[in-house]
Nanobody, 126 residues
Framework: QVQLVESGGGLVQAGGSLRLSCAAS????????VAWFRQAPGKEREFVTT????????RYADAVKGRFTISRDNAKNTVYLQMNSLKPEDTAVYYC???????????????????WGQGTQVTVSS
């Protein structure tokens, strides 16, 4: 059983930084991709970024390029999301998700991700 547990959310002022963590367990994640999605109140869940576990190739949504960085620690089975220059529009519940993805390009749609964490709240005040 795959488990994903997010942590690191909180309240931060605009321009500040936060680092989210996603601890993965239950299987070896070789050939998997791990992504971050977010969902603001009244909006659909949207893609933020993803990373392939074995190669480490990444993809980012345009809204976060240059501000957010995804990384992984294979030894700790953990994926991180470093968020800098935060804006009020980044306020959302952030979810970690995992998908079987043996190719070099990770998926970016919610339907392609089978496993999900419970989410962590990020609030950016203006």
């Amino acid at each position: 059983q795959v488990q994903l547990v997010e942590s690191g959310g909180g309240l931060v002022q605009a321009g500040g930084s936060l680092r989210l963590s996603c601890a993965a367990s239950g299987r070896a994640f070789t050939n998997y991709a791990v992504a971050w999605f977010r969902q603001a109140p009244g909006k659909e869940r949207e893609f933020v970024t993803t990373i392939t576990w074995s190669v480490g190739s990444t993809r980012y949504a345009d809204a976060v390029k240059g501000r957010f960085t995804i990384s992984r620690d294979n030894a700790k089975n953990t994926v991180y999301l470093q968020m800098n220059s935060l804006k009020p529009e980044d306020t959302a519940v952030y979810y970690c998700a995992a998908a079987y993805s043996p190719g070099p390009i990770a998926p970016i749609t919610t339907t392609q991700y089978r496993y999900w964490g419970q989410g962590t709240q990020v609030t950016v005040s203006s």
